[in-house]
């Protein structure tokens, strides 16, 4: 036997095509570890040990050849339907995050790279998402692997309908739908505005929309053609044509569904282990033009582990939310980057949504280093029990207003008041004879400044930054401890992004290869972060 091995960090390494046959344990991971390798897998005939030999043309077969393993590739793990209709080479997102995280140079570097990401544009104002949306038109002309979420909006549905109409003008590829319970007329327009009958008698879609939902109840609802009666409205206020509504009845409202799991921000904190398969049943229970609907796994994904473990549950493409946050291009600021750096499994917390602070809808962030967590519980937990700001006991008043605010509350109101009356005036209006409603506007400009602070880095305030984040992000430091991707500025989005592929598809053929029989040690299972060849991407 003539071998020839030269061990890399994670013990799968660089393999000369000088040899024969190995049946030792670390030689055999360390082969299987060549991914993009094809291997004979072999048994001894006089010990039954099973071992693997290198396969090329001139050795294709020969005596105890049992079968070969055959080359694995990132691109390979999920669904090719998925790339082909993404346009992507990988089967992998960036997800969006709120107010700007997902920055307009993350999408583009992710659509160059044959990956996906979504800007997000979800509380941001009007102006400055046409804004990104004209210049991501621009830079990325041509391709179509780029899209921008539409954010649920309750208690704003103005401005979801202004932003869906807003994507629907300037061509947006892909929309990310995210926070939906139900559908909304908003997110219906964006799904059925400009359908047409293709040649085939199929229906050709002017842009796909990908949902992310955490419960089997609202992914049927993706799952399923818009309600009869939204499109009705909709074709009698006119957003909407008698054909447009003709053809949006016979189709799913997503083409893909995004199985959110235990991740930042918005979460039920489901185990994927659960809800991916229950949403895949449901999809195939459904058949009809439901059974297309590709379903994705999102939620605690920051290890190849996890990401491998994704594509074996059967998921067709996975999408990362957390661990970007902590990326070069993030709109996240220097100081919440490094707080995100620090991260453990454990240092997250629920806390109450701004967006949904009235419906008691709770969302993950960093715990670690902040104390906005505790001091949004206690705004929520005040405004259960008292029905307006007077009937705060002055001790509690005096608090928020020390601790909390740093300024009167009649002074927040003041700045609140003239922030809706720009953004949405019916807000205020309410607020003049709804004193509760006052009370949550009041509650919710600090669980809006909290962001806004955590995004520009305000040292001042740097006890109340909220940052979104699951346990993921910490599962990402414990792997990128001491590696490449250890150091932020090497923590680049594509790099990210392609450690997370490269580690999955290494522990996937890992698995594969002791499903075979083969002798694969503990190192066949781990993959150190490395600094890999960025692709040019697809159209």
């Known amino acids: 036997m003539v071998t020839m091995i030269s061990l890399s960090q994670n013990g799968a390494g660089r393999v000369s095509h000088d040899i024969a046959a190995s049946f030792d344990p670390v030689e055999v991971t360390a082969l299987v570890g060549e991914i993009r390798q094809p291997l004979g897998v072999l048994q001894d005939p006089a010990t039954g040990r099973r071992g693997v030999r290198v396969v090329d043309g001139s050795r294709p077969g020969g005596s105890g050849l049992l079968g070969v393993l055959p080359a694995s590739y990132p691109e390979w793990l999920g669904s090719r339907e998925f790339c082909a209709a993404h346009h992507t080479r990988f089967p992998y997102l960036a997800g969006e995050m709120s107010t700007g995280i997902a920055t307009t140079e993350m999408v583009e570097k992710l659509a160059r790279a044959g990956l996906m990401g979504f800007f997000g544009a979800g509380g941001l104002r009007e102006g400055v998402v046409r804004a990104a949306v004209e210049r991501l038109g621009r830079s990325l002309c041509g391709r179509h692997n780029w899209g921008v979420n539409l954010l649920h909006s309750p208690n704003e549905p103005a401005v979801e309908a202004r932003t869906a109409r807003l994507l629907v003008e300037l061509g947006v590829p892909a929309v990310s739908a995210s926070a939906y319970m139900d559908l909304t007329p908003s997110l219906v327009l964006c799904m059925a505005r400009g359908l047409r009958a293709d040649r085939s008698g199929g229906v050709a879609r002017p842009r796909r929309v990908l949902a992310k939902v955490s419960r089997p109840e609202t992914a049927e609802r993706f799952l399923s053609p818009p309600p009869a009666p939204m499109l009705r409205r909709l074709v009698e206020d006119g957003e909407l044509s008698e054909e447009e509504a003709v053809l949006a009845a016979r189709i799913p409202v997503a083409e893909d569904i995004t199985v959110e799991a235990d991740s930042g921000g918005h979460t039920d904190n489901r185990p994927l282990a659960i809800m991916l398969p229950a949403i895949r049943a449901l999809r195939d229970r459904l058949a009809g033009p439901a059974g297309a609907v590709r379903i994705g796994a999102a939620g605690g994904l920051g290890t190849p582990a996890a990401v491998a473990t994704a594509f074996a549950l059967g998921a067709d493409y996975v999408l990362t939310g957390s661990v970007n946050q902590a990326a070069v291009e993030s709109g996240m600021s220097a100081d919440g980057r490094r707080m995100l750096a620090g991260a453990d499994l454990t240092d997250t917390a629920m806390a109450p949504a701004a967006d949904m ?71 205020v209006t309410r607020a003049e004879t709804d004193a509760k409603h006052r009370m949550a506007l009041v509650f919710r400009w600090y669980l809006g400044r909290s962001s806004r602070w955590a995004i520009t880095g305000d040292p001042a305030r740097r006890a109340d930054y909220q940052i979104w984040c699951g346990p993921a992000m910490g599962a990402f430091n414990r792997w990128a401890a001491g590696s490449f991707l250890d150091p932020l500025e090497h923590r680049t989005v594509v790099q990210i992004a392609l450690n997370l592929l490269e580690g999955a598809a290494v522990i996937t053929r890992a698995h594969q290869a002791r499903t075979c029989g083969l002798p694969v040690t503990p190192a066949g299972f781990g993959f150190t972060p490395r600094r890999l060849a960025e692709p040019g991407g697809a159209r």
């Open 357 to 427: 602070f009235e419906m008691g809808v709770r969302l993950q962030v960093l715990r670690r280093g902040t104390l906005f967590a505790g001091r949004a519980g206690l705004l929520y937990e005040l405004y259960q029990a008292h029905g307006s700001l007077e009937e705060i006991p002055a001790r509690r008043r005096a608090q928020l207003e020390e601790q909390v605010f740093r300024r009167p509350l009649e002074t927040v109101w003041a700045e609140t008041a003239r922030f809706w009356a720009d953004r949405d005036p019916a807000q």
